[in-house]
């Protein structure tokens, strides 16, 4: 008898215990991918999949070794309106300046401080160049800076972003 009331406890539990691993499952795959969504092609490609955009360029030039540049990975990148944001209104990319062909574009945009984040046109020019870390507000207050001058200057296709950071 103790033998049986045993076996339905456990059974229980063990019922309990798939369900509950069932739902933790359920819940880690509907988690949508939070963050600023950056490629990974190289610096032609991401030129030519700016012009088809239509879009400017946003540039996280970072080294493995940066704190700072591993910070804003965690915290500024994943900020949910800076994401919405840049996904939204920049092609993406971020290139770490010590490997590959990230050494030729630290030459070619001079940079040498970390992080460095780069707004560009289509054609490859700088709009704006930002050095050191920078939070979410910051993050903010310069897209405003650039929609401005965007909208001053008619030099952008359309405005960089500001209804996804204000709406």
Request: overall charge positive; some cysteine.
């Amino acid at each position: 008898m103790m033998q049986l009331k045993l076996t339905r406890v456990i059974k229980h539990l063990l019922l309990a215990g798939a369900f509950i691993m069932s739902s933790a499952i359920a819940q880690v795959k509907r988690i949508p991918h939070t963050g600023i969504q950056f490629l990974n092609k190289d610096w032609q490609s991401v030129l030519a999949i700016a012009k088809r955009a239509h879009k400017p360029i946003f540039v996280d030039a970072y080294t493995t070794w940066c704190a700072p540049c591993q910070e804003m990975k965690q915290t500024t990148f994943k900020d949910k309106g800076i994401a919405s944001s840049f996904n939204a209104s920049f092609v993406n990319v971020a290139i770490d300046v010590e490997k590959g062909t990230g050494i030729s574009f630290a030459d070619q945009y001079q940079v040498t401080a970390y992080p460095t984040l780069l707004f560009i046109n289509a054609d490859g020019q700088v709009i704006k160049r930002l050095e050191g870390f920078a939070d979410a507000k910051q993050l903010a207050a310069l897209l405003q800076i650039l929609n401005r001058r965007c909208v001053q200057q008619s030099s952008c296709s359309s405005s960089i972003g500001l209804r996804h950071l204000l709406g």
